[in-house]
């Protein structure tokens, strides 16, 4: 079992649509994480939260809008989706946000766009 | 060179076997080393931190060498339930957040 819970676990949107994943902890960790992992290819980082901050930002396009509600909680707000957009969504969260703790994972949406 | 590279296999191995996996880092700073398992279609999940003195859990053991900058992971005595990717995991040349290799893929066989 998990201890990063994330839902839904699979969406398929169409290209106009608007959703949001969620991403929940109760590990009182301070810094949470998405990531986006194509088919056999390792996780990529999106966006970093530290402390309820936004500390890292990979130049994600701005069709993916991150949001942390409190210390428990992380979105990741969807909008004009692309095919290319289609993949597993990971979210994590870690004890620091300064990489010296190891993060723990959720089981990921699985995100189709139409 | 890249920040985490490994040899992405795959290895296939009889069960019973020991096998080793080796991963180079470039960032001579990095304070954090990890192994990940991912399974297929699963999330990553953390296997063991990789200390600066080596360090074991059951079957596997990891090492680090930072002078020539890379950590390895041997696994005795393979499962076929070890079948997996296994992911070398570092921080980042800032600190803030750990890079992924592309994972060295294992197939353990009857």
């Known amino acids: 079992d998990t201890e990063v819970t994330q839902t839904p676990k699979h969406l398929v949107m169409g290209m106009t649509n608007k959703k949001s994943l969620k991403c929940e902890q109760h590990?009182?960790?301070?810094?949470m994480y998405w990531y986006k992992q194509k088919a056999k290819k390792p996780p990529e980082l999106m966006f970093v939260y530290s402390y309820e901050k936004l500390s890292i930002n990979e130049s994600v396009p701005s069709r993916f809008s991150p949001e942390c509600p409190n210390s428990s909680l992380l979105n990741l707000h969807l909008h004009a989706l692309q095919p290319e957009d289609s993949a597993l969504y990971l979210c994590a969260s870690s004890q620091d946000g300064q990489g010296h703790s190891p993060q723990h994972f959720g089981d990921g949406t699985r995100l189709s766009i139409l | 060179r890249k920040e985490v590279e490994q040899d992405p296999g795959p290895f296939n191995v009889p069960e019973g076997a020991t096998v080793a996996f080796n991963c180079t880092y470039s960032?001579?700073?990095?304070?954090?080393f990890f192994w990940y398992r991912q399974d297929c279609r699963k999330e990553p999940k953390l296997l063991m931190s990789?200390?600066?003195s080596g360090n074991e859990d059951g079957r596997f053991t990891a090492q680090l060498n930072r002078a020539s900058q890379y950590i390895s992971l041997l696994i005795r005595d393979s499962k076929l339930s070890d079948s997996a990717t296994y992911l070398c995991?570092?921080?980042?040349?800032?600190?803030?957040?750990?890079?992924f290799g592309k994972g060295t893929t294992l197939s353990v066989s009857s």
């Open positions: 590990m009182g960790h301070r810094a």
């Open positions: 960032n001579s700073a990095s304070q954090s």
């Open positions: 990789v200390y600066s």
């Open positions: 995991v570092v921080n980042n040349q800032a600190g803030t957040a750990l890079i």
